[in-house]
T-cell receptor, first 114, second 110 residues
Framework: SQTIHQWPATLVQPVGSPLSLECTVEGTSNPNLYWYRQAAGRGLQLLFYSIGIDQISSEVPQNLSASRPQDRQFILSSKKLLLSDSGFYLC?????????????FGPGTRLTVL | SQQGEEDPQALSIQEGENATMNCSYKTSINNLQWYRQNSGRGLVHLILIRSNEREKHSGRLRVTLDTSKKSSSLLITASRAADTASYFCAPDNAGNMLTFGGGTRLMVKP
């Protein structure tokens, strides 16, 4: 069966510090991968999605970046965090190449920037 | 991709009552999906209804789709306290991406 992992679960970082959040998927090959951000009590904002290694699309201009160094690994990074980067970050995957794209979400990382 | 808009934003009911949430979207779709999110957790896929389907059931969940009105509804029958969560719809017309709205926050009081 497929599983998706995110770490860390929670993170408190000072403004201006770097960020690296990691997401890995097991039990599937060539998945589509997604990063979302959710502000408190709000909906999800799609940040990045990837249909393959080194194939990443950015949905929202910001000081975040994403990389996919391996087929089932998706990393969200920042060189310098802003207060507005605080939120709940969710990684998701879906089966690539199909017609219907149900997404499966990880447990999330709660980031607080102080 | 397009974003669905859920209505109401918040809903509070007693255990045992039915809960109905609505979703509207703007352009044609291939399918529409409903997800649930418990507080502080990731989203969980509940049900997918294809554009050529009008109604679909899964346990206590009933989803309808009216493509002429560009709307969908999610009905939870005989609600339980454990159904307390946020519910999101995701209309899908592009395949690779889903866009989620603000969701409906459901509170089921025991």
């Amino acid at each position: 069966s497929q599983t998706i992992h995110q770490w860390p679960a929670t993170l408190v970082q000072p403004v201006g510090s770097p960020l690296s959040l990691e997401c890995t998927v097991e039990g599937t090959s060539n998945p589509n991968l997604y990063w979302y951000r959710q502000a408190a009590g709000r909906g999800l904002q799609l940040l990045f999605y990837s249909i393959g290694i080194d194939q990443i699309s950015s949905e929202v201009p910001q000081n975040l970046s994403a990389s996919r160094p391996q087929d089932r690994q998706f990393i969200l990074s920042s060189k310098k965090l802003l207060l507005s980067d605080s939120g709940f970050y969710l990684c998701a995957w879906s089966v690539g190449g199909g017609v219907y794209y149900t997404q499966y979400f990880g447990p999330g990382t709660r980031l607080t920037v102080l | 991709s397009q974003q669905g808009e859920e209505d109401p934003q918040a809903l509070s009911i007693q255990e045992g009552e039915n809960a109905t949430m609505n979703c509207s979207y703007k352009t044609s779709i291939n399918n529409l999906q409903w997800y649930r999110q418990n507080s502080g957790r990731g989203l969980v896929h509940l049900i997918l209804i294809r554009s050529n389907e009008r109604e679909k059931h899964s346990g206590r969940l009933r989803v309808t789709l009216d493509t002429s009105k560009k709307s969908s509804s999610l009905l939870i029958t005989a609600s339980r306290a454990a159904d307390t969560a946020s519910y999101f719809c995701a209309p899908d017309n592009a395949g690779n991406m889903l866009t989620f709205g603000g969701g409906t926050r459901l509170m089921v009081k025991p």
